[in-house]
């Protein structure tokens, strides 16, 4: 469970979150929307203990930014996955191992992990592509790519953050609908957007951030 109270973050030029209470259930789908500025890249980096609150309290899976500290930080990333607008891929590695990576931090063994990233390829329908490089790969794949590097350690939680920001109206399409499958599994999401057309009507919650402030609708 993500749990915000009275949450307060102020960047050294302008806000960032105002006051924020909300709370996202285990398994839930929740989107965050609004525009550019509102805040929510602030929120997710509170979520991913990034930042810190000014006041209020974030509780992350029992673990809370008031007590957390450096080793049990590690432990809440270590169950988080994220997802960037631009992918974040490293250019001078393949597609397999951009998705290998986390797994070789984490010192899997090497047989664990092969199996592990082929599964992860298949579940984003990019099997036969394992040898290319980011740059040869479309935004569409480039982001399926990030999202499979981000479900590779099986984490509870997924933080898209503007995920189909630069991608055209099919891929973004085919990217929320794979992030659907990944919550059938149990995971947890939050994907932030400022496109309301991608996410409405899809029977999930939207919290909507305007200056800081959060309301849902
Ligand atoms: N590192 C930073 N330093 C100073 N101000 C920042 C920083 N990051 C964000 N802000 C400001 O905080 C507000 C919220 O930003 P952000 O959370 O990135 O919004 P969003 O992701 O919705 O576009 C904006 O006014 C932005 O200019
Ligand atoms: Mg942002």
Redesign the pocket.
Known sequence: MIEFQNVSYT??????VNNLSMSIEDGGFTFLI?P???????LMRLIYFDLFPNSGIVKVNGLSSETINRKTIAMARRNIGMVFQDYKLLSDRNLYENIALPLHVLGFPIRDISSRVDEAIELVGLEGKENHFPDELSGGEQQRASLARAIIKEPDVILADEPTGNLDPVASFELVRLLETIHETGTTILMASHNYNLIKGRGRPIFE?KNGILRVR
């Open positions: 960047h050294s030029k302008g806000y960032g609004g550019t500025g509102s805040g929510k890249t602030t951030l």
